[in-house]
């Protein structure tokens, strides 16, 4: 079982910016994938997640409004489009799957699988 995350970039603020999280080992259709960031010296929280099966997305108040979430089943991929991004948005960024029936609630220990972690750097 594998999560690959890529596209980690620097961009300026306002900048917009898209991650692709792609699993191997197992299907979509289940499990919901997470994205989770961590910041230095911060600790690890979620900024959004997709229901791979029914397609329900789940906000915190770090995505609202300004990053979307897709899941293309066909390709296990899942993908993160920022927007209008800020300098507290840079940190590492982690794809991870969850087959708890709470996963919105983020809380890492429910996610089973990560991913390797892709930079974002907003510069100001």
């Known amino acids: 079982v594998q999560l690959q995350a890529s596209g980690r970039g620097l961009v300026q603020t306002g900048g917009s910016l898209r991650l692709s999280c792609t699993a191997s080992?197992?299907?979509?259709?289940?499990?919901?994938i997470g994205w989770f960031r961590q910041a230095p010296g911060k600790e690890r929280e979620g900024v959004i997640c997709?229901?791979?099966?029914?397609?329900?997305?789940y906000h915190t108040n770090s995505s609202k409004g300004r990053f979307t979430i897709s899941s293309d089943n066909a390709k296990n991929t899942v993908y993160l489009q920022m927007h209008n991004l800020e300098p507290e948005d840079t940190a590492v960024y982690y794809c991870?799957?969850?087959?708890?029936?709470?996963?919105?609630?983020?809380?890492?220990?429910?996610?089973?699988?990560w991913g390797q972690g892709t930079q974002v750097t907003v510069s100001s």
């Open positions: 997709i229901h791979t099966g029914d397609g329900l997305i």
């Open positions: 991870a799957a969850s087959w708890s029936g709470r996963y919105y609630d983020f809380r890492p220990a429910q996610y089973i699988y």
């Open positions: 080992g197992f299907t979509f259709g289940n499990p919901a």
